[in-house]
């Protein structure tokens, strides 16, 4: 037996199974998993005594390059995929936005040439559905066939991306039909456009007012709608970032009724809370995203819907704009401050912290949430979201006692601040590889921008 590259001694924790095993790579694949395995005819070989060895984060919501708010993200897929790595994710699913008037296919073309030449790991898109006529219907089943296999759609930003509820019914039967699966924006976004105007006229205008004006009722009255319609559409449903109780209630509901239906969080909505927009002057800027941070009760309710498995995913939602020149466009009104935050690179350190260092759930768990489950929800598995023989060798050695501060001054995002600034992670990928190619090691970069391949997903079937 002959390997590109071997990895003696690691710890290999699936989403079920933890064991001590070594690891074989040929052609960019899992060859072999066995106890000792012979390393002096491999072309490399990494030691991960004392170490995890975990399958590739997946992160299936970021909005890489993105034009949003008179600016665009600050993380292109090269500086976005080099920070992920670096964080232990290996795959992306970014959203390409149809604009109204184009096709389903003019999103994916653009966003595919953002991506090519410069991803350093693979990435899949989902399309943002904003006008759909008879021939974007048409277009849906041929994206799924084409890799394709989600769309979102928004309950909220009225007059920029928001549908109205006929528009929704129809994108969920036809995803349902072509196996497809409808991401949802879910917040009541008319609602909150009359409370944000209310908010302007009385002369409210700092950072914290876009939360304030963005309820948990309008956030659950959304997420109960879209469940509605996927039920009567005969549809899967998959709610994107769930930031409150009363939304994982309606979740919770609908599938202890056995609905197909699914939910993501962020590290955001179970680190960070209102209390967050207690800084001096406009710095609250750096949290405005949407759906808002909630008060801090909310979060050990998430937490307890990642153990239940009412959420199935952590994704992050990563949305980067630079403090300066960027937020700034808001300074003096929160509708102007460009929504999103960045997220990344820390995903994985802080779910293992807080879950399995905070003694909420396993290592197989945090798995789950961060590789398989998104995997499996999304068309990637068996391909990758595990380590099984013949799977891609997207690979995280990782330590599960190394403790890291969460910085700006140090991490890799092209963004001039962090949210989670000063928080205490244990647990940080040591070692990266991307189909079988190590990309990050010894706190460096080492792979090649444009080595990323675009991943053709298969239809929905569920966890
Ligand atoms: O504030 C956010 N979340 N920005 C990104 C767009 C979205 O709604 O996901
Ligand atoms: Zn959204
Ligand atoms: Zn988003």
């Known amino acids: 037996m002959r390997f590109d590259t071997v990895i003696k001694n690691g710890t290999i924790v699936t989403a079920t199974d933890t064991y001590a095993s070594d690891l074989g790579i040929t052609d960019g694949k899992v060859a072999a998993i066995m106890q000792g395995l012979p390393a002096e005819s491999a072309g490399q070989v990494i030691e991960a005594a004392g170490r995890l060895v975990l399958p590739g984060g997946i992160d299936v919501h970021t909005h890489l390059d993105m034009p949003f708010g008179g600016t665009t993200s600050a993380d292109d897929f090269e500086t976005g995929t080099i920070a992920a790595a670096f964080g232990g994710t290996t795959t992306l699913i970014d959203f390409a936005i149809q604009y109204k008037g184009q096709s389903l296919r003019q999103a994916f073309e653009a966003w595919r040439k953002k991506a090519e030449g410069k991803a350093a790991t693979d990435y899949a898109f989902h399309c943002i559905i904003t006008d759909l006529g008879a021939a974007q219907l048409e277009e849906m089943g041929q994206l ?8 979102k759609l928004f309950m909220a930003y009225p007059g920029v991306f928001m549908l109205d509820d006929a528009t929704i019914f129809r994108a969920m039967s036809q995803a349902a039909q072509h196996g497809g699966l409808i991401c949802m924006h879910a917040e009541n976004g008319g609602a909150i456009d009359v409370i944000v105007q209310r908010a302007l006229a009385e002369g409210k205008r700092a950072p914290k007012y876009h939360a304030l004006t963005r ?5 659950a009255e959304a997420t109960a709608r879209a469940i509605a319609l996927a039920e009567m559409a005969g549809a899967p449903v998959y709610i994107v970032h769930l930031s409150c109780n009363e939304a994982l209630e309606k979740v919770r509901e609908a599938r202890d009724r056995g609905l197909p239906v699914y939910a993501e969080t962020c590290p955001q909505y179970l680190f960070l809370s209102l209390e967050n927009f207690d800084v001096p002057g406009f710095e609250g800027a750096k949290y405005v995203f949407t759906p808002p941070l909630r008060e801090k009760w909310h979060q050990e309710k998430l937490w307890q819907g990642l153990v239940k498995d009412t959420l199935q995913v952590v994704s992050t939602d990563h949305c980067p704009f630079c403090y300066k020149e960027q937020k700034e466009l808001g300074k003096d009104d929160f509708t102007k401050i460009p929504n999103g935050g960045p997220g990344i690179e820390h995903r994985l350190s802080l779910i293992y912290t807080g879950g399995v260092h905070g003694k909420r759930f396993s290592a197989n768990r945090f798995v789950q949430l961060v590789s398989t489950a998104p995997a ?13 023989v013949g799977s891609d060798a997207d690979l ?8 890291q501060v969460i910085s700006a001054k140090t991490h890799h995002m092209r963004v001039d601040y962090s949210m989670f600034e000063g928080i205490r992670v244990k647990g940080v990928p040591k070692t ?4 079988g190619r190590v990309v990050i090691e010894g706190g460096r970069f080492v792979g090649r921008p444009g080595a990323g391949q675009f991943v053709r997903r298969q239809t929905f079937a569920g966890v």
């Not at 799924?144 to 769309?151: I, N, T």
């Not at 309820?215 to 956030?219: D, G, K, R, V, Y």
């Not at 990266?432 to 189909?435: D, G, K």
């Open 432 to 435: 990266v590889l991307s189909r």
């Open 144 to 151: 799924v066939r084409e890799g394709v296999s989600s769309f």
């Open 376 to 388: 499996k929800l999304f068309g990637l598995y068996p391909r990758k979201g595990t380590i099984a």
């Open 396 to 403: 995280v050695i990782f330590d599960p006692n190394e403790e």
């Open 215 to 219: 309820p948990t009722t309008a956030e």
